[in-house]
């Protein structure tokens, strides 16, 4: 479906789960108030918003957290969400803590791809910023998926202080055939008080050591990343520098938060409460009517750069990034 500025959506993010085995510095460095686990949406509840989805054309689905791994039966869960008929890609956002024993299992399930969440290159660095001891963990998953020939990504958060681990994470995209992203603090839960660093000061310090980086005219998935090339690398750069360059006018996505609500838009803590709509027992048609409404009147534009209108109250975690 198109929403009322013409834009088609057709990828919708799952966040499974509010719990994180992490506490990323800008994300949820307190932990969080969980939900109660029956205002967590089940699985099967999941599985009927995807149904739902399905029939308005969206078709494209990432299964986000929280972590999703920490949830138990997350793997079956993904073989069913993608054996739907009319689902095309379901593909997965984690901090790659649990991926390794779990990677030949996701390859068996059909995932399309996994995006590992990795601020830093170094044990304490990755310690500082996740307060976990958990690197070669990490870095365990990512070889299993690429092993497994995955198509896997790596995110990285640009940290203010952490400049030094822009150029070692880029560095995965010479040594492996993976694209490292660079993605902007957004002013959302803790990110709201995260000093970041702009995509423009990161590219300068790639640009000093591989000065034929390019940007490349490729769609390496669903989403907004811009990517650039270098003949050194064997991945691509990707950023998603939704601060300093928006993308809005192409943004072809809704979330649904772990405890149901559908998000038309990050910024906005508007939504629409499908959990109620679920449990009071709506068929596949009246669900996908009432999606179809909330996700026409997604908003034109984020407002970052107006902080005061953000709206949003929930933390990355619960909402999934
Ligand atoms: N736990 C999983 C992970 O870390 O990939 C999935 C959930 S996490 C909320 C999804 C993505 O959101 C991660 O790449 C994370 O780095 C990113 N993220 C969290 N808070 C953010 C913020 N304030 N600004 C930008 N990205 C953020
Ligand atoms: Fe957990 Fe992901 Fe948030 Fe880090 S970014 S605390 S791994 S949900």
Not at 92 to 101: E, I
Not at 105 to 116: K, P, S, T
Not at 140 to 163: D, F, P, Q, Y
Not at 246 to 267: A, D, E, H, M
């Amino acid at each position: 479906m198109t929403d009322q500025y013409g834009r088609p959506i057709d990828y919708m993010r799952l966040s499974i789960t509010d719990r994180c085995n992490l506490r990323c510095t800008y994300c949820m460095p307190q932990g969080i108030q969980a939900a109660p686990r029956q205002e967590i949406l089940s699985f099967e509840e999941f599985l009927r918003i995807a149904r739902a989805a399905v029939t308005l054309g969206i078709t494209h689905f990432k299964i986000t957290g929280g972590e999703p791994l920490v949830r138990k039966g997350t793997v079956p869960f993904i073989a069913r969400l993608k054996a739907l008929p009319g689902v095309e890609t379901v593909t997965l956002t984690t901090n790659g803590v649990l991926l390794a024993p779990l990677a030949r299992q996701l390859a068996d399930a059909g995932i399309d791809g996994v995006n590992i969440s990795l601020d830093a290159a170094d044990r304490d660095g990755y310690r500082a910023i996740t307060g976990c001891d958990a690197l070669e963990d990490v870095l365990a998953g990512l070889h299993a998926c690429l092993a497994l020939n995955i198509r896997t990504k790596v995110n990285c958060v640009l940290l203010s202080g952490s400049e030094t681990q822009i150029l070692p994470l880029a560095g995965l995209a010479r040594r492996h055939p993976v694209d490292v992203r660079f993605i902007e603090v957004m002013p959302i839960g803790a990110g709201s008080s995260t000093s970041g660093v702009l995509q423009a000061r990161a590219r300068a310090i790639l640009a000093r050591e591989w000065p034929d980086l390019h940007p490349v005219n490729e769609h390496r998935g669903f989403g907004p990343a811009r990517y650039e090339a270098s003949r050194a690398l064997r991945g691509r750069i990707g950023w998603i520098d939704a601060v300093s360059h928006g993308f809005c006018k192409s943004c072809n996505r809704v979330r649904i938060t772990s405890t149901g609500l559908l998000k038309p838009c990050l910024c906005y803590g508007e939504g629409l409460d499908l959990r109620a709509l679920l449990r009071a027992d709506g068929d596949t048609r009246a669900l996908a009517c009432a999606m179809a409404g909330a996700i026409f009147q997604k908003p034109q534009a984020h407002c970052f750069a107006r902080l005061q209108q953000v709206s949003e109250r929930h933390l990355m975690a619960q909402i999934g990034g």
